[in-house]
């Protein structure tokens, strides 16, 4: 399944992680820009992106998503990661990171769209989450723009977040 493509979108790939791709989620969190408004608010260190490059491999395997790698399909470019995978509160939450230069292009709104599509398409489950850091606005309005609802405040790790929600008719009411 290493590398296998999961789905496409009209511009973007999502295909599962190969070994040795901890070099590039390193590349991708490696700066504040990336991760300011994630848990911890600091570059990712190499012994986490290991982790989590194995956490993806072991999600797949037991609950048939994770966060996957994204790429250009023009080019196979790596730009980002993005995928829904099971909280652990039971419930499957939504998360997606791009390099800061490929923000502004849609890249975020196309990917969340094309992973509820496909997420409720595969009939993984009746519903999703997704969290937003409160001053994250940008990714608060894509979240709203695919049709999720927000569902209140919530607390991870300590630091307060924004929930959002999502069903198959919700999306579908958007669709």
Known sequence: MSGDVIFRTPRLVARMWEDGDADLIQDLHSTIETTRYMSGAAPWSREKCEERLR??????ARDGTTKYKIVSRDHGRFIGRAGISLFHTGEYEM???FYAGEWGKGYASEIAAGLADW?????I?????AFTHPDNLVSQHILKKIGMRERGP????GVKGVEFEM?????????
Do not use: K, L, N
């Open 167 to 175: 069903t198959a008719a919700m999306r579908q009411a958007v669709t």
């Open 125 to 129: 489950a009746p519903h999703f989450v």
């Open 95 to 97: 998360g997606y990171a």
């Open 55 to 60: 956490s993806y491999f072991d999600e797949q």
């Open 119 to 123: 997420f409720f398409a595969e009939g």
């Open 154 to 157: 919530i607390f991870i790790e």
